[in-house]
């Protein structure tokens, strides 16, 4: 067992925060050590909530933090701001969730940050949810500001997807379009005591009608975290959606592929390593003006050629 | 040489369109394509213009089209949306851009859809750039929309970044944030009749000198595209970056680093299909409850011994 992974087993939650970085280090070891990871989980609850800017993610997960902790239960929250991948990733948010549960040791949050693609970025979530799985925690909330493709990808690792959308905000033609509807498993109207929370229902109710989901109805929950209401039933349907995912057929079927679209991903950046190291060790030389797609295909046959393959 | 090629070369638009449309599908006869069209560039002038929705884009490609054009050069232009993946990539500001220059054969009009990954669109578009130049046009412009990461990728094809900026707009601090700044080889301060425009020109030159940017001057150019004003200075400095990256040092190197990460990428991607295709051919199962780590190990070791490599 990969020791990091032994050091989680005894509660050192610095080597849980070791093992994050590790997965955002992209390092050589990690797929050892993610595959006793991978072993240790303890089938923790994984919830994912997007949103646009503005829509009061922050206080929804700080609200639905305290309601878990209420309930016993140990929570990890992973935030995630793909549209800065420069920033070093801190979101706002944190150091206001931060203050509230600051002192309380059944909560773990943490910001993740891209070092170079966004490919990168999602596959890194992917990791550190199972990560704080494996730790203990018995949900995992993964966070995401914005609604764009890269919302899509790193909510493949959640069981849950809660999308937050505000009244009046116009965020929903918006969504609609970037297809984040088709992943969304329910919605949360929040800021509910605001006019045009009737209108905002009826839309998408009517979405949730043309859209080509299965079976299971995307329920929608209205919240006001200001006055701590609707947190209760946000949580019952998060839980409902578990039940559905791992005890039905339909379920199921959706589990199966989402891990075959995670295997495929994995081995693509396997191959990724090796080519690099490849092209590094043999000391290719690409120049400005040759045909790169000539200088990949031979660079390529001679991988093979030459065992890398 | 290519059919597809070939018929682009007695100017068949039709054969333009049809390549586009292979990079877009990920054909797997596209690389011998991909060659012959490398083979018969004609170094056409890639310029990519970004920045935010409503900074005035299509406008102004609009009028440098018609500048361009009073030069008697032909222009194409690739029209990129990564922020709506499924929306099948249709911009606003085709159908206003299509109504001018409809009946001019001298202009091309692209709109680029992403089938899967934003990975793939970026791909694409940099593949679908060189068809155009392989056509003849003399200039190909390359549009998108948004600022992150995915204009980061798509205008790594491109010799020249213009990013557009409108006074008071706030977006500023968003792309610095966002490492557009990076990327940007000139500032286009577009609706400059407003106020604020010596405001934001003081804040771009101070970003300006921070920034760790080679010798080569970052311009800064204003717009009136209402009055048609400042068309001719942005096409100038176009033509001067063109002039500094071919014609010094600096400039070279620039190239050949951008060649390297592109050879890079296409060599992943090839592998990428080769593994996929055995992986289908074996029939290889996965299930949702399998460690997708170490079955992404075992299915691509299993490929690398069988002969795949």
């Known amino acids: 067992m990969h020791q990091l992974v032994e050091q989680m087993k005894r509660n050192d939650i610095r080597a849980l925060a070791r093992a994050i970085t590790m997965v955002e280090n992209d390092h050589p070891e990690k797929l050892d050590m993610l595959s006793d990871v991978f072993a240790s989980k303890k089938h923790a609850r994984y919830v994912g909530i997007t949103g646009s800017p503005g829509a ?21 929250v992973i935030a995630v701001d793909p549209t800065s991948p420069f920033s070093g990733g801190a979101l706002l948010g944190d150091r206001v969730r931060m203050n509230e549960h600051f002192t309380d040791d059944g909560v773990y949050i943490r910001s993740m940050a891209t070092r170079g693609s966004l490919g990168g970025l999602a596959r890194a979530t992917k990791d550190a949810v199972r990560i704080c799985d494996a730790y203990g925690f018995d949900v995992v909330i993964v966070e995401t500001v914005g609604v764009g493709q890269s919302e899509l990808d790193i ?55 043309m859209s080509s989901k299965d079976a299971h109805k995307t329920p929608i929950v209205k919240t006001i975290t200001t006055e701590n209401k609707g947190i209760d039933i946000f949580w019952k349907k ?15 079927k959706r589990r199966k592929q989402q891990q075959e679209l995670e295997v495929y991903e994995l081995i693509r950046e396997e191959i990724w390593r090796d080519v690099r190291a490849y092209a590094e060790n043999t000391d290719m030389t690409i120049e400005a003006e040759d045909d790169p797609y000539k200088r990949a295909k031979d660079i390529y046959n001679q991988w093979k050629k030459e065992g890398g393959g």
């Open 155 to 209: 909510m493949k690792i959640v069981d849950t997807t809660a999308l937050v959308l505000t009244p009046n905000s116009g965020d929903v033609l918006q969504i609609f379009k970037a297809g984040i509807m088709e992943i969304a498993d329910m919605f949360v109207i929040n800021k509910a005591d605001l006019d045009g929370v009737g209108k905002l229902k009826g839309l998408l109710k009517e979405l949730v009608m």
């Open 238 to 252: 998060i839980n409902e959606h578990h039940d559905y995912l791992y005890n039905t057929e339909e379920g199921h």
């Open 56 to 76: 009061g993610k922050s206080s929804l997960v700080n609200r639905l933090i305290t309601h878990i902790r209420n309930e016993s239960k140990t929570v990890a």
